[in-house]
């Protein structure tokens, strides 16, 4: 089954304690980004990579890093998480090839206090 | 900066009737045009996908897309109380190019 799959669906943080929510696709697609989603904003594109060792910034990088080491991983790291980072987390792949649609994980639902 | 928009509702229908959502996009070379449904707290998923001017159907919805006014609709046919949703708007300009989304507009359809 074609899946994009995030862990953990729930976080509770505490601000600063460095924390990597993973996303992991098996479609072999060559996209892949991460979204965050708040009241009232819609979904905003922290960052994305079009390909292994290929990352960019989206519209909202700040407090995050990404890292594609391999083409179905797309792991979400928060060095120093913070109270304004508490949100949907959202994790979505694509073919680059066709002009196909984006298939999203689960959510994670982060909480930094 | 390419940009996608959409009113954020809420939209309120009364069951039975049709809803009317509406997208508009800045690129020009916009190649691909994407509908998502997205319940509170879920992850969007796809309803509908157009590439072509004019109108593409399916079940009760169909999808609208004028390139030349730089629009594209989702109409929603005899709405149910289970299509309260907020629907998205996506939009690829092209190969090797991450979807756009619109903010989304918030649907409610009263029983």
């Known amino acids: 089954e074609a899946q994009v799959t995030q862990n953990p669906r729930y976080l509770i943080t505490v601000t600063g304690k460095k924390l990597t929510v993973t996303c992991s696709q098996n479609?072999?697609?060559?996209?892949m980004s991460w979204y965050r989603q708040d009241p009232g904003l819609g979904l905003r594109q922290i960052y994305y990579?079009?390909?292994?060792?290929?990352?960019d910034k989206g519209d909202v990088p700040e407090g995050y890093k990404v890292s594609r080491k391999e083409k179905r991983n797309f792991p979400l790291i928060l060095e120093s998480p913070s109270p304004n980072q508490t949100s949907l987390y959202f994790c979505?792949?694509?073919?680059?090839?066709?002009?196909?649609?984006?298939?999203f994980g689960q959510g994670t639902r982060l909480t930094v206090v | 900066q390419k940009e996608v928009e959409q009113n954020s509702g809420p939209l309120s229908v009364p069951e039975g009737a049709i809803a009317s959502l509406n997208c508009t996009y800045s690129?020009?070379?916009?190649?691909?045009f994407f509908w998502y449904r997205q319940y509170s707290g879920k992850s969007p998923e796809l309803i509908m996908f157009?590439?072509?001017?004019g109108d593409k159907e399916d079940g009760r919805f169909t999808a609208q897309l004028n390139k030349a006014s730089q629009y594209v609709s989702l109409l929603i046919r005899d709405s149910q109380p289970s299509d309260s949703a907020t629907y998205l708007c996506?939009?690829?300009?092209?190969?090797?190019?991450?979807?756009?989304f619109g903010k989304g507009t918030r649907l409610s359809v009263i029983a």
């Open positions: 996506a939009v690829n300009v092209g190969r090797n190019t991450p979807l756009v």
């Open positions: 990579s079009m390909n292994v060792e290929v990352t």
């Open positions: 979505a792949s694509s073919s680059g090839l066709r002009n196909t649609e984006a298939f």
């Open positions: 690129d020009r070379g916009s190649q691909s």
């Open positions: 157009i590439y072509s001017n």
């Open positions: 479609m072999n697609h060559e996209y």
